[in-house]
């Protein structure tokens, strides 16, 4: 027997006698997360295991939680775990664009960063200071003397010989020469050695080349010397720098011994310092070209001996935890800035910038999945960084600029971090099952679920929830009833009697605007009308488009009707999402029947309205007709459904119980009650199965049939196993209580058509028929009445009508002479019709 719901069975409330606190003062606050142990046990799982690939994919619906469990479970974590070391970049003086990463112990980068800078300034003001000594001018004076010294006796010597032959050495634009001269001392011209005699100018010519000979030996001699000298001077200058930087070198050495990467940097330092010492040594300043141009002095820079410390963990208390906001490409690998000057952009190693993976490096990362997604090269790069364990510092650009620029490639640092993204559950089965080596590296699957069980554990932690927020953000304490109240929205909002939502961030909002409404209305405490306040305001703000349709509706802009009955109209249920909002609208479904084989066409489909599995539904709606009414022998039917007024795409088979009663009704000709609303899935066996969002399609059609005037016919039919979803409003409630509204609750599609014919469906017999009647039975005459039909017009084809003319033979094979009669007759009329056609044509 078909039974209402009783109004206990539409709410299940939480009784106030169950916390036995006064207010949320009482109770203390909440610090773990609730209703996620499967998540959590997750979490610990992927955290704890430090083999390749077990990164952490939290996935869950937003609002349940998962940045705040996350972070909660690293700051626990973190806090016993070894510090990172720190990263440095420096110089290579080998190779000037490949920058040396260099790793130290926590704190000791910018101690070695402090001791360089030491180094720098101790060695500006010792190496010019050494050069400028008393000892340094005296042993570079005595090589700089012997020289000269050197050079002046060879020139002496030969140039005396040369003066006895009556030559001299003379300085030219080409170099030294050797010329004849006259007794005055003055150089031949070329007409006085021209008047010389053959003999006395071979005579010279001859002693000339054997000076210049001399002379030239003389040249590359003080060459010689010179060379000489200036290795002497260098490597007094390289003795003088080293006891200025030797020490200096020796001690930072000694200081850094453990880490050979620093010791085989500072002896390149102390090479490429003794190389450079003119850019230590002081330099006069030059006079300008012109008086009134006055040149920068050039300033010479000391960077190359700098360490630019990328990362530095010395202020660390455990394992760094990095919430990356923003994963641009730059923002995660780090950049190489530059700086422009005289319209040349410039670079060096002191321009490096570390990224979020080089702070979290030997700690956690954790980023928003779908902002990374969102930004160019950072999944892919992401991707490549965990695979190859290490991270590159590049210029992502690059090969796609149409000229090829030179740029830093600064050594890459290996990389030991665990990846932790979270998303909403499309992005995760999206990325698993397109991207083979996503799976490889997020092996861990941590799923926040976004309800638990109503128990009164999960109930406490809920009070908890509420007092923790309270405490947190100074808000008025919450009476039992308020809190009560907080659980029951918990039920609704997971749309089940025996689950509590766990998108807390929902509840929180809850908990902020019933304190608004609280201390507006100047109350002590917050209190269940406060509560129920803060949900109704909040429908308010969001339902305009609800009340545009409704308003429609009672207009019979949208026609929905909600009293009499109808043949072939039912009333469905839908549920529309704003997204911010959901809302049950009622709409007409109309069936027509008619005499043909065209089977059961959806109008819908054919307009291409309709989704797959609404499809779906009217084939099982086919097939359910078939197994009722064609099991002894064939029937034959043409059938359109439609969803009157509909201006959109329709999915979902939710409607396939109200299709299938508008078609029995159509067929049968019973009118079914338009008081009544129906929402239901079928399967091919007339078994009722659940649908979703039953709560908001109860209240949708309720909130119609309150606006035009409940009068105890109004109601609703909807799966039995769907009863236990039910959290209807407090009005639907009290009206179902009243009597002023009627829910019933069905399990098989022929309960629901007997409510709405007020006629019982019958029962099949054994011989395949049903009881006079019933509604079955209406439908079978029917059909059999357009098999019936469709058979008499096969009879009356042109092939059929022929024989039944012909001079043969009727049925029974005897002569018909009525039959030739009746044709000549027809012949005759056909013949004379024709005449008088002619006689009006010639006329």
């Known amino acids: 027997m078909i039974q209402k719901l009783k109004p206990e069975d539409l709410y299940k409330c939480c009784e106030l006698d169950f916390f036995n606190f006064n207010t949320t003062e009482d109770i203390g606050e909440y610090s773990g997360t609730i209703g996620q142990e499967k998540a959590l046990r997750s979490i610990d799982f992927g955290l704890s295991l430090e083999s390749k690939g077990f990164n952490i994919f939290a996935l869950g619906d937003i609002g349940t939680g998962k940045m705040r469990t996350i972070k909660a479970l690293l700051s626990e974590r973190v806090a016993s775990e070894k510090v990172p070391p720190d990263w440095c970049y420096v110089y290579?003086?080998?190779?000037?664009?490949?920058?040396?990463?260099?790793?130290?112990?926590?704190?000791?980068?910018?101690?070695?960063?402090?001791?360089?800078?030491e180094f720098v300034k101790t060695l500006r003001g010792d190496i010019p200071r050494a050069f400028e000594s008393k000892e340094y001018d005296k042993q570079r004076g005595r090589i700089i003397e012997e020289f000269q010294q050197k050079q002046k006796d060879l020139f002496s010597s030969l140039e005396e010989e040369a003066?006895?032959?009556?030559?001299?050495?003379?300085?030219?634009?080409?170099?030294?020469?050797i010329v004849p001269v006259k007794k005055t001392g003055e150089p031949l011209t070329e007409e006085e050695f021209a008047a010389l005699d053959e003999k006395t100018r071979k005579k010279v010519e001859d002693l000339g080349k054997v000076l210049q000979e001399k002379l030239d030996d003389v040249v590359r001699a003080v060459r010689e010397a010179e060379k000489l000298v200036k290795e002497m001077l260098s490597r007094l200058e390289r003795e003088i720098a080293l006891g200025s930087v030797g020490h200096l070198i020796e001690d930072l050495k000694e200081k850094y011994k453990d880490n050979g990467r620093i010791v085989e940097y500072l002896s390149a330092v102390r090479e490429d310092v003794l190389s450079h010492i003119e850019d230590f040594k002081p330099t006069d300043e030059q006079p300008p070209p012109l008086p009134?141009?006055?040149?920068?002095?050039?300033?010479?820079?000391?960077?190359?001996?700098?360490?630019?410390?990328?990362?530095?963990?010395?202020?660390?208390?455990?394992?760094?935890?990095?919430?990356?906001?923003?994963?641009?490409?730059?923002?995660?690998y780090g950049r190489t800035e530059y700086k422009v000057q005289y319209g040349m952009a410039m670079t060096d190693f002191?321009?490096?910038?570390?990224?979020?993976?080089?702070?979290?490096?030997?700690?956690y990362i954790v980023i928003n999945a779908m902002d990374l997604l969102k930004n160019i090269f950072s999944y892919d790069a992401l991707k490549r960084s965990i695979r190859n364990r290490e991270i590159r510092i590049e210029d992502v650009w690059e090969q796609y600029r149409l000229v090829s620029t030179t740029s830093?490639?600064?050594?890459?640092?290996p990389l030991d971090v665990k990846v932790i993204l979270h998303g909403n559950p499309n992005i995760y089965y999206l990325l698993y099952n397109l991207d083979e080596e996503y799976r490889e590296i997020f092996k861990v699957k941590a799923d926040f679920d976004s309800r638990m069980d109503r128990t009164p554990e999960n109930m406490e932690k809920y009070a908890s929830f509420v007092a923790t927020c309270q405490k947190e953000e100074n808000l008025l304490p919450f009476d039992r009833s308020g809190v009560s109240k907080i659980v029951e929205y918990g039920s609704r909002l997971a749309d089940h009697q025996e689950k509590l939502s766990t998108k807390f961030s929902y509840v929180a909002d809850l908990v902020r605007e019933s304190h608004y409404w609280a201390k507006k209305e100047n109350s002590p405490v917050v209190k269940a009308g406060?509560?129920?306040?803060?949900?109704?305001?909040?429908?308010?703000?969001?339902?305009?488009?609800?009340?545009?349709?409704r308003e429609a509706t009672l207009e019979d802009t949208l026609i929905v009707n909600t009293a009499g009955a109808k043949t072939g109209q039912v009333n469905g249920l839908a549920v529309l999402s704003m997204g911010d909002y959901s809302f049950?609208?009622?709409?007409?479904?109309?069936?027509?029947?008619?005499?043909?084989?065209?089977g059961v066409v959806n109008i819908e489909r054919e307009t291409k309205m309709s989704g797959k599995i609404h499809e779906k539904a009217i084939m099982i709606i086919t097939s359910y007709l078939g197994s009722r009414y064609a099991s002894r022998k064939p029937i034959s039917l043409s059938a359109s459904i439609t969803f009157e007024q509909l201006y959109e795409m329709i999915e979902g088979d939710s409607a396939s119980c109200a299709e299938l009663y508008v078609l029995l009704s159509s067929i049968s000709g019973v009118p079914l009650k338009q008081s009544f609303a129906v929402t239901g899935s079928m399967d091919q066996n007339g078994d009722v199965q659940p649908i979703g969002g039953v709560n908001q399609k109860i209240e949708g059609f309720f909130d119609l049939c309150k606006s035009r005037g409940l009068n105890g016919e109004h109601g609703a039919i909807i799966p039995r196993r769907n009863v236990k979803h039910l959290m209807l409003r407090q009005e639907v409630v009290a009206a179902v209580k009243n009597g002023s509204f009627t829910i019933y609750p069905i399990d098989r599609v022929e309960e629901g058509l007997e409510i709405l014919a007020g006629v019982p469906a019958g029962e099949m017999k054994e011989d395949g028929t049903y009881p006079e009647g019933t509604i079955n039975n209406l439908v079978m005459k029917r059909l059999e009445e357009i098999s019936a039909a469709l058979e008499r017009k096969r009879e009356r084809t042109p092939e059929t009508v022929a024989?039944?003319?012909?001079?043969?033979?009727?049925?029974?094979?005897?002569?018909s002479e009525g039959a030739v009669q009746y044709l000549m007759k027809r012949i005759d009329e056909l013949s004379a019709a024709l005449e008088n056609m002619k006689g009006r044509d010639q006329g």
């Open 292 to 332: 009134f141009m006055k040149m920068p002095k050039p300033e010479v820079s000391f960077s190359r001996y700098t360490v630019n410390v990328i990362v530095n963990n010395g202020e660390c208390k455990g394992a760094p935890v990095v919430i990356e906001s923003n994963p641009t490409y730059l923002n995660l």
């Open 530 to 549: 406060h509560i129920v306040k803060a949900v109704d305001e909040k429908i308010l703000r969001v339902n305009r488009i609800e009340e545009r349709l």
């Open 803 to 815: 024989s039944s003319l012909s001079p043969g033979s009727t049925d029974d094979g005897s002569q």
């Open 92 to 117: 290579n003086f080998k190779d000037p664009d490949t920058p040396m990463a260099i790793s130290l112990e926590p704190g000791e980068g910018a101690v070695f960063q402090g001791d360089m800078n």
């Open 350 to 363: 002191t321009m490096i910038r570390a990224g979020s993976l080089h702070r979290a490096n030997g700690g």
């Open 163 to 177: 003066q006895s032959k009556g030559f001299a050495i003379r300085k030219t634009v080409s170099g030294l020469l």
């Open 408 to 413: 830093l490639k600064p050594e890459p640092i």
């Open 584 to 598: 049950g609208k009622p709409s007409r479904i109309t069936a027509r029947t008619y005499t043909g084989k065209a």
